[in-house]
């Protein structure tokens, strides 16, 4: 079992911390707003909900229960949720939109 250290230093905090930035930065980039469609705009708007819900249950929790392969599994799908997010194009293909709605 990790140490609380190791658990609350977990670099998973800081792409959560990562991710929120960039999802700040696409919903206040109006134009890109703009051109999403519908489904792509509802599809970030519940990825910005989904990642606060996480940050505010992983913050809010006892470390004591926390464990590190959580952690570390979750990391792999915030670190794939911020290379989908990173390329904006993303929302122009069907295909990636899926993968994200699935994460």
Do not use: C, P
């Not at 998973?12 to 919903?27: A, G, H, R, V, Y």
């Not at 134009?31 to 606060?52: C, G, H, P, Q, W």
Request: charged share 25%.
């Amino acid at each position: 079992m990790a140490t609380l250290e190791q658990i609350n230093n977990h670099v998973l905090f800081i792409d959560l911390s990562d991710l929120k930035i960039i999802l700040e930065d696409l919903l206040s980039d109006e134009d890109f707003i703009a051109n999403l469609d519908e489904r792509s705009t509802e599809l970030i708007n519940r990825t910005k909900l989904v990642i606060d819900y996480i940050d505010n249950n992983l913050n809010s929790a006892d470390s004591m229960l926390l464990r590190e392969t959580h952690l570390t599994n979750i990391r792999a799908q915030i670190i794939n949720i911020k290379n989908w997010l990173g390329n904006k194009e993303f929302f122009n293909n069907e295909q990636n939109r899926i993968n994200l709605d699935n994460t």
